[in-house]
């Protein structure tokens, strides 16, 4: 995150010419419940660390529908052991709507994504059989290639590819709130960082160099962008 100090939101920035068809980049303005986290010389130069009670919402970015290729790359940092993590999502609560939308989770450690139109019985997700370090930084990428199915998604982690078990593989209807289906809230869901309503944040945790593609990476790409 090129970043400037902690306050009330961030923004999705036009991605510059690099070779990937990347759509934006998360740079801080400013962030509502993160705060600022200035990096070493191992690591990112700025992320933003979580409480596991607060998030921040991205505005601009991330809106995808369930027949969309798309991709996210990060840097995460888990400091503390947990059940349950959120790390990245677009959805408006986990209970309240079932999680409609795609979310990347630590799960007992392990990544895990997904999307879902009605969780558990309307989705595709995956998780990784390897957990990740704790106080140390890894770059993980996620991929999805709009084939509503559970094979569609990939895992990697420092650039290879994750061995992954399969969770979900029923996607039948899209992932997106719409008023037509009696969704609250429409048009106002946004891709938030760290945690989420009625959900496990990511305590004491860090996040930086969040990437957002409209395309599914190739594992040579997944590779280049760590």
Do not use: M
């Amino acid at each position: 995150f090129p970043g400037q100090s902690a306050g009330t939101g961030v923004a999705a920035q036009p991605a510059p010419d690099n070779g990937f068809d990347l759509l934006a980049v998360i740079q801080i303005s400013s962030a509502e419940a993160g705060e600022l986290h200035l990096g070493s010389e191992s690591g990112p130069r700025f992320a933003l660390r979580f409480s596991g009670d607060n998030h921040v919402l991205c505005a601009g970015a991330g809106e995808f529908r369930r027949t969309d290729a798309f991709s996210f790359c990060l840097r995460v940092k888990p400091t503390a052991s947990q059940n349950r993590a959120v790390l990245l999502h677009r959805s408006r609560a986990w209970t309240d709507s079932g999680s409609r939308g795609y979310e990347l989770l630590l799960d007992q450690g392990r990544p895990f994504f997904g999307l879902s139109h009605f969780w558990p019985g309307n989705a595709v997700a995956v998780r990784a059989k390897q957990s990740l370090p704790l106080d140390a930084w890894s770059h993980l990428a996620v991929t999805y290639d709009g084939s509503s199915r559970a094979a569609g998604l990939r895992l990697y982690l420092d650039g290879e590819a994750l061995e992954s078990e399969v969770v979900r593989d029923r996607l039948t209807k899209d992932i997106v709130h719409r008023a037509e289906w009696g969704d609250a809230e429409v048009g106002t869901v946004a891709l938030a960082l760290g945690g989420r309503f009625r959900d496990s944040g990511f305590k004491h945790g860090l996040i930086a160099d969040v990437q957002v593609f409209d395309v599914a990476l190739t594992a040579p790409e997944a590779r280049t962008a760590a």
